[in-house]
């Protein structure tokens, strides 16, 4: 997938590989001239993710070539074991959790996973996890609790799902009682932002002692597509809602929503997975060590405390 506004990078990029295959065929020495193509490219590059707008950002954060959550579990989690179901309705596809090891020390993630292809993302149905999938949260976090482990969340998601089945199963209770639970839990949280942090459906895992975003993610409790048709009557002005609802890391780092800011490769997490999946395990490994060892009255008083001075600073 190409982003509208990558397009003369992409261009530059093909004609590059073009040349390096001329050369790889031909035996022709133009090495000097893809040498100088590639210094533009990476200079466009750098100035093109150096001044995103906000509208653009978006785009960036909804890229399907990003890590998604079950890329950062095979990258950065040892010995993971899934623990599927609510013990009350269902399993949820969307939000997975389970039992791992982070640099070798026992933790409980969870997080939303998108999917990378058709297949995948019905499966998951595309990040949107229905009650269900809220319910096993507040399962793990209470289990994590029981055997003080950490609590690893990575988000993305563009919102909880919707639908009918959803609500008539008490979606709004579910996500109210995970962001309860997120809050009571006697063990540090450390929350990512990955990719979206879209509304209840984010912040339902996201009330965290350290909630960090991606450098060209997003937050927000609407999506500007959804605050252009309910301001404007028309998705036409969803460039002008993503700027006005001030959804960037940058943005939320500002205003104190968050605690930090993860960089991306640049280019975005989509062009070098591996170094953002890096760069994302070390802040939470530098979180987990400045909460560690923990009061389990203290943690719980200290998150309680952040969030009501956020509140009052809004």
């Given at each position: 997938?190409?982003?509208?506004?990558?397009?003369?990078?992409?261009?530059?990029?093909?004609?590059?590989?073009?040349?390096?295959?001329?050369?790889?065929?031909?035996?022709?020495?133009?090495?000097?001239?893809?040498?100088?193509?590639?210094?533009?490219?990476?200079?466009?590059?750098?100035?093109?993710?150096?001044?995103?707008?906000p509208?653009q950002?978006?785009?960036?954060?909804?890229?399907?070539?990003?890590?998604?959550f079950?890329?950062?579990?095979?990258?950065?989690?040892?010995?993971?074991?899934?623990?599927?179901?609510?013990?009350?309705?269902?399993?949820?596809?969307?939000?997975?959790?389970?039992?791992?090891?982070?640099?070798?020390?026992?933790?409980?993630?969870?997080?939303?996973?998108?999917?990378?292809?058709?297949?995948?993302r019905?499966?998951?149905?595309?990040g949107?996890?229905?009650?269900?999938?809220?319910?096993?949260?507040?399962?793990?976090?209470?289990?994590?609790?029981?055997?003080?482990?950490?609590?690893?969340?990575?988000?993305?998601?563009?919102?909880?799902?919707?639908?009918?089945?959803?609500?008539e199963?008490?979606?709004?209770?579910?996500?109210a009682?995970?962001?309860?639970?997120?809050?009571?839990?006697?063990?540090?949280?450390?929350?990512?932002i990955?990719?979206?942090?879209?509304?209840?459906?984010?912040?339902?895992?996201?009330?965290?002692?350290?909630?960090?975003?991606?450098?060209?993610?997003?937050?927000?409790?609407?999506?500007?597509?959804?605050?252009?048709?309910?301001?404007?009557?028309?998705?036409?002005?969803?460039?002008?809602?993503?700027?006005?609802?001030?959804?960037?890391?940058?943005?939320?780092?500002?205003?104190?929503?968050?605690?930090?800011?993860?960089?991306?490769?640049?280019?975005?997490?989509?062009?070098?997975?591996?170094?953002?999946?890096?760069?994302?395990?070390?802040?939470?490994e530098?979180?987990?060590?400045?909460?560690?060892?923990?009061?389990?009255?203290?943690?719980?008083?200290?998150?309680?405390?952040?969030?009501?001075?956020?509140?009052?600073?809004?």
């Amino acid at each position: 997938m190409s982003l509208e506004f990558e397009k003369p990078i992409l261009e530059l990029e093909n004609k590059i590989s073009e040349l390096r295959h001329v050369t790889s065929d031909n035996r022709v020495n133009i090495a000097e001239e893809i040498a100088r193509m590639q210094s533009k490219a990476d200079r466009l590059l750098v100035q093109t993710y150096g001044k995103l707008t906000p509208a653009q950002k978006v785009q960036v954060a909804r890229h399907p070539e990003r890590p998604h959550f079950l890329d950062y579990i095979n990258h950065l989690i040892d010995d993971f074991t899934p623990l599927a179901g609510d013990r009350n309705f269902a399993e949820d596809n969307a939000l997975i959790g389970g039992l791992g090891r982070f640099q070798g020390a026992p933790c409980v993630i969870i997080g939303h996973e998108k999917g990378h292809d058709t297949e995948s993302r019905v499966y998951h149905n595309f990040g949107m996890a229905r009650p269900e999938g809220y319910r096993k949260a507040q399962r793990l976090m209470a289990m994590a609790e029981q055997f003080q482990l950490p609590v690893i969340t990575l988000v993305d998601t563009a919102g909880a799902y919707p639908g009918k089945g959803a609500e008539e199963r008490g979606q709004s209770e579910a996500i109210a009682r995970s962001i309860e639970s997120c809050l009571r839990t006697e063990v540090p949280i450390v929350s990512v932002i990955v990719g979206e942090g879209g509304s209840g459906g984010a912040i339902a895992i996201a009330v965290a002692d350290r909630l960090y975003m991606l450098e060209h993610s997003i937050y927000s409790v609407i999506s500007p597509e959804g605050c252009a048709s309910i301001l404007w009557r028309s998705g036409a002005h969803a460039e002008e809602a993503a700027t006005a609802l001030k959804l960037t890391a940058q943005d939320l780092h500002q205003m104190k929503i968050i605690d930090g800011i993860i960089a991306e490769p640049v280019g975005g997490a989509h062009r070098k997975k591996e170094e953002t999946m890096e760069n994302v395990g070390r802040q939470i490994e530098k979180a987990l060590r400045e909460l560690t060892p923990w009061d389990r009255t203290r943690i719980v008083q200290d998150r309680r405390k952040k969030f009501i001075a956020q509140s009052r600073n809004l």
